[in-house]
C-alpha cells in the first residue's frame, strides 16, 4: 500500500505540504513519512502524538523537529522566512494551547511571522485591552477561543483586519467538543468574521496564508485545467 | 371542562398569578379568562397575540390592558408599587423586543421598577459603555441576547450583581431558534451568570423577583407540607 | 423607542453600516430608516423582504434602491467605486440566489466590483472547469453552496486565492437547512477555506472587504481603546 | 508562556479568584499556581483531578487543601467568614456528589455557609417533604439534580426564595450527559428557575454569591469603563 | 389506487381498527372511508382536522361523529361498552388537551372508560393531590404531560398501576416540540414507568388496551404463523 | 454523608427496592450497601460492574449473588416466588446480553418467572417464527433490540399482550447510542407499543410487574398524602 | 441571468435530464425551462408543486404532463420504452404517496416498468407476504418507507435482489421530517441494503436506472477526462 | 446460552454468512464461533478486534485468516471465485483504511474480484482523474470517503455504473463520528448515489453483490412465504 502524495499543492495553491497523522494505520504512516523524507522537501505534520512520534523510525524520528504542545512535526525543515508581514495568533485561555500553537507552528513551517498572544479572553476586558496595540499591528488575526467564543465578537468589533475564528473544544457541558463555540462565531454580530472547523489551527493558518499572499501580490496565475 | 388555576401561588411562592395563553384551545381560554375576570385579582397574560386577543368577548377584552409588542396583558389591573429596587432590562438589538419587554412588563405587573435599556450589543462596545452606569446601579440585571449572545459574557465580566440571561430566538442559520445563544450563555466565562429558557423574559423576570424580595427581606416562612 | 445605531462602525472597522431588517418590530424599523435617510449617509438594508419594503413610508421607501431577488436595499445610496481589485461571487445552483446576490450586493454597495458566476456545481465539472480562468483571475473567492457543498472542496483544491464559502439552506431531508452544506465545508479536505453561517452573504462579503482593504493597503491604525 | 491572570476580579465583581485545571498543559498548569501560591492570595482550584494534583512540586501541593470528591482544592486558604446567610445546597442523588460538593465548597471558599442536603429525588417525595424546612430557612437555593430533573420542577413550586438549578451529567440512554436534565430544568413550568450548565456547581455558587451580597448590601457602585 | 386495510387487526390483537387521516392525499382518503363506511365495521379516525373532515362526501361526514378537540372521528359507531375498568387520563396542563383527549375517545371507542383528569401539573402539588384518590382508582393510569413533564416523575411515585405517559409537544425555546418532555419521561427516576410517542395519545390508549386485555383475562391463543 | 434510601417504595409502589450502583463514589456505595446489607431486606443492585463489585468489602460482597453479564446482584436474596404468571424477555442479538438479562435478573429477584428468548432478529424471520408460540404464551412481553429495533414493530403486529420495548445501545455509525432504535420503537407502526430508557432492562421490568400485579388483583388502594 | 443546464449528464452518466423546480425564483424557473421546451429533449421536473406549474406560461405548460400526486412533470415527453425489466416500487403506506410515485414517475420517463406496490407496512404481515411473488420478480427493488421504517428490514431479508430504500418524511413526534426512517434503514440489520436522502424517489430511481443499464450490459466506456 | 445463527441467509438471500464480533459477551462469542467452526462452512467475522481474536481458543483461532487493518476474519475459508465482474473500492485517504478493506475483504470472502483503489480525494483532482479509467471499468464502485466525502459527488458526475458510497467516521471537530460525511452523501447533487451506514464497509459490499448477482443473471426465485 502506498499513499498517493499531493506533491504539486505548493505548486498548485501556495500552501505546505502537509500529513495529518492521526488514524491512519502505523505501518501506513511509517512508509509515508519514509517516502517524504526522502524527497528532502519540507512537510509539516499534524495531529502526531508524542506515543506515535516516538515509535518512528529512528532515521525518521530524527528528520523531525518535534513540537509536543502544538502535535507538529517540522519532517525535512521550514520553508524560508517571506517578508509577508505578521500574523497575530490570539487565544482566550491557555486550555486551547495545542489549537492555538498548531496556528502558529503552521505559519513559522512556512516561513511567516506568528506572534503570539495568549490568554486574553473577555470575562476580563482589560486583559484584551492591553494587547490590542500588538492584535491591530498584524495583517491578519487567527483567534482561538473554546466555550462561548465571546472573545471573537468583541474583536470582529474592534479590528478591521481579516478575522479568522478557530472555535476550540475546551469545556465541558453544553461547551464540550466545541460546538457552542462554532455555533457562536457564526452566529457573531461583528461582520466578516469567518472561521474553519473546531479544533482547526492549521487550516486557519493556511487561510492567513491564501491572504498574506494576496496582499504580497504573489498569487500564481495557472493556466491548467481541473486536475 | 374547566381548568385548575393556581390561585395559591402568590401566597406560597410569591409570584404573580399568570396564564400561558398560546396553544390553549380557544374555548377553554375564554372560560378560564371569564373566570379570573370575576375573580377580580390582578393577573398576568402571556403569549396572547393580538388576533387571539381581539375575539375575546368584549367584557373579558374590555379588562385586560394589552401591549401587542410583548404579547402581554394585564387582567383586572397590577399588582401596587413596591419599593424593592430596580431591574435593568438590557438587550442587545431590538429584534429581541417581544421578549425584553414581556420581562419589563411582568415586572411592572408585579409593582416593581424596569429601567429599560435596548441595543447596546458588543459589536459596537461604546453602546454598552455609555449606558454601564445605568445598569451597574440596578439592584438586579435581565439582560436578552440572540445570536451569539456576546454581549451576556462582557456584562458579566463588568456588573458584580445578580445576571439573569434570557437567551432570544432572533437569528438565522446555526442561530435560528436560539439554541446558539442558550449554549453561549450557558458556557459563558464570566462567572455566576445563569439562564431561563429561549424566549422566557416572563420567567427571567420571575427570577428577578424572587432575588428583590431576598434583598427586601419578604420571603415567607411557610408551614405548610407539600402541597 | 429608539435603536442604538452604531455609526462608528464605518470608522472603526471600515465596513458598510447596515441594518439587518428581519424581525424588528414594525414601527422599530420604520423609525430607524426614518432617522437614517435623514443622516444622508449611504446604509445597505438586508434581509428586507417585498412585502415589509412596500409598506415603509413614501419618502423612506423612495430613498431606497431595492432588490427582490437579494432583499436588500440600498439607502441613500452607494459607497462610492474603489480601486481594490474583483471578487467572484460563485455558486452552486440557481436555488440559492437570494444568498449569492446579497454578497454581490452587499459588495457593490462597498464599491467593489463582483463578477458573479453562478450554476457551476461539481455533478457536471465541466461547468466549473469553463469558468476556472475568470475565478483565478479574482483577488477573493466567494463560493456560495448548499446541500452536499462539493463544491467548496473542489475549488479550494483549485484556487490559492483566499477563499470564502457560504454555505447555503437550499435542499430537503438531511439537507433542509444548511447544516449539511455547513458541516461539509467545515470538514472540507482542501486547506485553508474558511466559512461564515448558513445565507449569510451578507458576512462572506464583509469578510472579503477585510481581505481587500488589506491588499489595497488602508488598514487603519487606531489609537482608541475598547469602545 | 505566563498566563494571564485575572487578579482584579474580585474587586471588579466581587467573586473569588479561581483556576479552572482541566485541560491545561501540565507546566502551564505549574507555572501558574506557582505564581498563584507566591502571591498568598486565597485562589479556588476547580477540576483538579487526583492524579493532576498529585504531581503538583511539593510547594505547591501542600499549599493547597483538597477534596477529591469535588476535585477542588483551596490555594492559600479561604476568604474570612462573611454574615452573608444560608445557601442550601440539596441535591437529588449521591451520584451528583460533584458537583453538589463543588458548589458547598465554592461558598465555603467565599466564606458563605452552605448547608448540604443530599439525596432528596422526587421518587419518593416524603424524603424531600423532611427536608423543606431547612431548604426554605436558607436564603438562597442551589439544587442540583440528573436524569429527568424533576426535582427542580417540585421546589420551584414549594420555595419563594432565589432558586437556581444545576444539571448533573450523571445518567444513561438518553440522560446520558445532562441534556435531559439541562432540557428539563429550563422548560419547568415552576416560575423563576434559573440554571447555569451542566455540572457547574462553582457557577451555581457564584450566582449564589452575586445574590447574597445583594442582601447584603455590598454591591460596590464602580466609576471604572469597561476594562 | 386502493388502500390494503387491515382488516384482521381486531381479531390479531385486539386492537381498534384505526386510520391515520393525516398526510394521505384527499382523494386516497376519501376512498378509503367510503370503503371502510360500507363495512359498517367501526373504525376510528385520528388525526382528522375539522378542515379536511368539512370536505368528505356527505355521506362519509354522515357517518363520522366527530370530536375537534381531539381530532378524531368514530366512523360506523363505536365497540360496545366492555367491563374492563377504568383508565385514568391524567393531564399536566389544558394545553395538551388535543392529545389527551384522543387517548380517552380512542378507549371510548374501545367500549372502556375513561376518567379524565386534567390541569393537574406539580408547580402546584395541592393540585395532583386533590385527584390523587381518583387516580389510585384507575387499573391504569395514562398521564399527558409537555415542558418538563415533571408530573411523570411524581406520579411513578405515587402509584402502584401500569403508568404509560404521553409527551406533550406544547412548550416553546427548549421545550417546543416535546423533545425536552420525552427524555425527561425516559429518563425518569421513578420506576417502571413507559412512554410512546410525543402527542400519541392513540398509543398510549392502544397500549392500556393491551393491559387491561390482560386484566380481564381476554388474550387470545392465535395458532397462526408470522401473517 | 448518608445516602437516604427509599425504604418505603415497596409498600408505597410495589416495586422492588433497587441501587443504582454506577457513579456513586466508592466510600458512599459502600456505606450504603453495609447498610442495606444490615437491614436484611432483599435489594437488587444494577450497574454494578465486576470490578467494583470485586473491591467491595467482604461482609458485603459475601452477601451478593452477582451475575457479571447483566451487572446486578441480589442483596440478601430475592423476594418469595410470585404465581403471577410468566413474562417473555425477547431480544434480537446476544449482543444486547446486558440488557436482557438485566431485565430478566429483575423479574427474577421480583420472585415472576422470566422466559429467556434472545436472538430472534427479524433479519431471519424464520427464528421468530419458531418462538412466536412461547412468546404468545406469556402474559407480557419484553423486547430488548438495538440497531433498527424493527423486531419491535414485527412483535407488535403478532402480540396482543402488553408489548414494552427496551432500545439497545448496540451498533455502530448512527445507530451508536441506542437512538436510532429508540425513535425506531416511538415511531413503530405497530399499535400500543411503549418504551422505557435506552438500555433500561430493569426498567421494563418493573413496567412489567406493574401489569403483572395488576393482572393479579394486588394493587393497593393507598390512603396516604403526597409523600 | 441564464442557468447553466448540464446538458451532458445522458450522455456522460446515462441518467435522464432533469430539474429540481422548487426554491428556484419563478423569473430564473420559467426562463430555464422556456430553453428546454425549446431544445425539445424529454426533461423530468420535480419538486414542482400545483400552483408553481399553473402560473407557467402557457406554451411552457402545455409542453408538460404534469402529476399532482408526484408533483412531476415529463416536458417534452418521455424517453422511448428500455427492455431493461422491471423495478418495484414498494410503500409501507399511502401516506407516502409523493415519494412513492416520484420514484415511479422518473422510472416511467426514462422508459422503465415500475410496477407499484403500495401499502404493505409491516403491523400486517399478511400484506406484505401476499405481494411478496411480485415483488421477488422484479430486478431491482424500491421500498419507501417513514416511521420506523420496519418494512425495510423485512424486505432485506426476504429478497435477493438490489434493495434501494427511500426513508419518508411522515409521521410526527420523533418521526417527523424522516430521520428516525432514515437512521433506522442505515441501522438495518439485514445485509446489503442501501439507501437515498429522505424523500428522494427521484434518486432511488436513478440508482435503480444504474443497475439496470449494467444488468442491460449498456454501460459505457468513455474516454474523457474530468469533465 | 446458544445464539440462533441465520444458516439459510445464503440460501434466502445470496450473501455470505456473518457474525458481528463487537459486543457480544466473550463467551457467547466463543461458543458461537465454535459452533461455526464444527459446520466447516465458509463464515465472514466481521469487527473482531486484534486482542479480542487472539484470545479465543486455539483451534478456533487457526481456523480464521485474520487481518488486522480490516478486523475481518475467514472463518473456514472463502467462497470460490466467482466471473460475476469486478468491483471497484475506492478511498478519499489512508486514514479509512479500515472501512475500505473490509469492503475489499468481505467481496474476496465472497468470490469476487476487488480493485483497491485509495487516496484519490478530491483536494487534488489529478490523483482520481489518474485512476478514473480503473474505475469505470468496474461493474459497481464502491466509494469511501470521511470529512466532507466530496469525493462522492465528484465520482457520482463522473460514473455510470451502480456507486454505493460508504461514509467513513475518520475527522474531528465536526467531521467526528462521520455525520458530516453520511449527510454530505445523502444531500450529493449528482443523481442516483445511494450510501449505507457509517463505516459499514461489510454493507457496502454485500450491496454490491446484490448487483453483480443481478447482472449475473442468478437472482433465484424462491416460493417460500415470510421466513
Redesign the interface.
Given at each position: 500500500?502506498t499513499?498517493?502524495f499531493?506533491y504539486?499543492?505548493q505548486e498548485?495553491?501556495?500552501?505546505p505540504e502537509?500529513v495529518?497523522c492521526?488514524?491512519?494505520?502505523p505501518t501506513?504512516l511509517t512508509n509515508?513519512l519514509q517516502e517524504l523524507r526522502e524527497k528532502a522537501r519540507p512537510v509539516l505534520l499534524t495531529?502526531l502524538d508524542q506515543s506515535r512520534c516516538d515509535v518512528l523510525p529512528t532515521e525518521v524520528r530524527n528528520a523531525i523537529q518535534y513540537d509536543g504542545?502544538s502535535q507538529t512535526g517540522f519532517l525535512n525543515g521550514c520553508h524560508p522566512a517571506r517578508d509577508w508581514g505578521t500574523v497575530a495568533v490570539v487565544s482566550?485561555?491557555?486550555?486551547d494551547?495545542?489549537v492555538t500553537r498548531e496556528a502558529a507552528r503552521t505559519l513559522e513551517h512556512a516561513g511567516v511571522v506568528a506572534n503570539l498572544i495568549?490568554?486574553?479572553?473577555?470575562?476580563?476586558?482589560?486583559?484584551?485591552?492591553a494587547r490590542?496595540p500588538s492584535i491591530?499591528?498584524a495583517?491578519?488575526v487567527i483567534a482561538v477561543a473554546g466555550?462561548?467564543?465571546?472573545l471573537?465578537?468583541?474583536l470582529?468589533?474592534?479590528?478591521?483586519?481579516?478575522?479568522?475564528a478557530v472555535?476550540a473544544?475546551?469545556?465541558?457541558?453544553?461547551?464540550?467538543?466545541?460546538?457552542?463555540?462554532?455555533?457562536?462565531?457564526?452566529?457573531?454580530?461583528?461582520?466578516?468574521?469567518?472561521?474553519?472547523?473546531?479544533?482547526?489551527g492549521?487550516?486557519?493558518a493556511?487561510?492567513a496564508?491564501?491572504?498574506l499572499?494576496?496582499?504580497a501580490?504573489v498569487?500564481?496565475?495557472?493556466e491548467t485545467?481541473?486536475?
Open positions: 500500500m499513499a498517493v499531493d504539486q499543492r498548485r495553491i501556495g500552501l502537509a495529518f492521526a488514524g491512519k494505520p501506513f509515508l495531529h504542545i482566550a485561555g491557555t486550555s494551547a495545542r495568549e490568554d486574553v479572553g473577555v470575562a476580563g476586558l482589560w486583559r484584551l485591552q490590542l491591530r499591528a495583517s491578519v466555550w462561548d467564543a465571546a471573537i465578537s468583541v470582529g468589533g474592534l479590528v478591521s483586519t481579516p478575522l479568522i472555535p473544544g475546551t469545556g465541558y457541558g453544553v461547551a464540550a467538543g466545541g460546538t457552542s463555540a462554532l455555533h457562536s462565531i457564526l452566529s457573531s454580530c461583528a461582520p466578516g468574521v469567518c472561521t474553519v472547523n473546531i479544533d482547526n492549521y487550516g486557519a493556511c487561510a496564508l491564501r491572504v499572499a494576496g496582499i501580490g498569487h500564481r496565475v495557472r485545467p481541473l486536475a
